[in-house]
């Protein structure tokens, strides 16, 4: 079956634009994060969704962040006004377990945001 | 911030030798995994080791864990070019939902 996919793939944005990155995860799976990854760096956790429910969402780095999964499956992170510091790659995982310890997290290959 | 920190942050082997990777963390943690993330491309789980094991293998991957010392050590055996990537420990605490990630080491294998 089909992993996770997310898109664009890339995205330029001028400073104060809004984005929207998408995610989708691989069917089923109950557990869905996203994670911001700085150039050179490893991925820094963002929110976490246990189906459609925002269970954690103390990585989110200012209130112009957004993400929501209504329906439990897809999943949108909105960047409000963005700013050259948000730049980087937006990471999603999803996992099939719903308990706190979600190993085995299934990534997608990420959504390059530029921000000019 | 991160927790976990990688250490060498780059290494350059020739095919066939064996590259060696450190991890070190600061909290209590229920599990260390590690993963590795080819150029451009999402993170591939490769190896998960519980807070009550010493040492675990997979194919080439050997991996050891001190939790006195706080730290984990990635051992790839027989390396080979394809092996040439960043890899980076994450840690799941006792309490949280998420994983903190070191910054990575980049591994290239010479051909």
């Known amino acids: 079956g089909a992993g996770v996919s997310q898109s664009p793939r890339y995205k330029v944005a001028k400073r104060g634009q809004d984005v929207a990155l998408r995610c989708d995860p691989i069917s089923g799976h109950v557990s869905l994060f996203w994670y911001q990854q700085a150039l050179g760096q490893g991925p820094e956790f963002l929110t976490y969704?246990?189906?459609?429910?925002?269970?954690?969402k103390s990585g989110l780095p200012s209130d112009r962040f957004f993400a929501e999964r209504p329906e439990g499956s897809v999943s949108t992170l909105k960047i409000q006004r963005t700013q050259q510091e948000d730049s980087a790659v937006y990471l999603c995982a999803s996992s099939p377990k719903r308990t706190a310890q979600p190993y085995e997290q299934y990534f997608g290959p990420g959504t390059r945001l530029t921000v000019t | 911030s991160q927790q976990g920190e990688e250490d060498p942050q780059a290494l350059s082997i020739q095919e066939g030798e064996n590259a060696t990777m450190n991890c070190s963390y600061k909290?209590?943690?229920?599990?260390l995994q590690w993963y590795r993330q080819n150029s451009g491309r999402g993170l591939v789980h490769l190896i998960l080791i519980r807070s009550n094991e010493r040492e675990k293998h997979s194919g080439r991957l050997r991996v050891t864990l001190d939790t006195s010392k706080k730290s984990s050590s990635l051992l790839i055996t027989a390396s080979r070019a394809a092996d040439t990537a960043s890899y980076f420990c994450?840690?799941?605490?006792?309490?949280?939902?998420?994983?903190?990630f070191g910054p990575g080491t980049r591994l290239s294998v010479l051909p």
């Open positions: 994450a840690t799941a605490s006792l309490y949280g939902q998420n994983f903190v």
């Open positions: 909290t209590s943690i229920n599990n």
């Open positions: 969704f246990q189906n459609e429910a925002q269970l954690d």
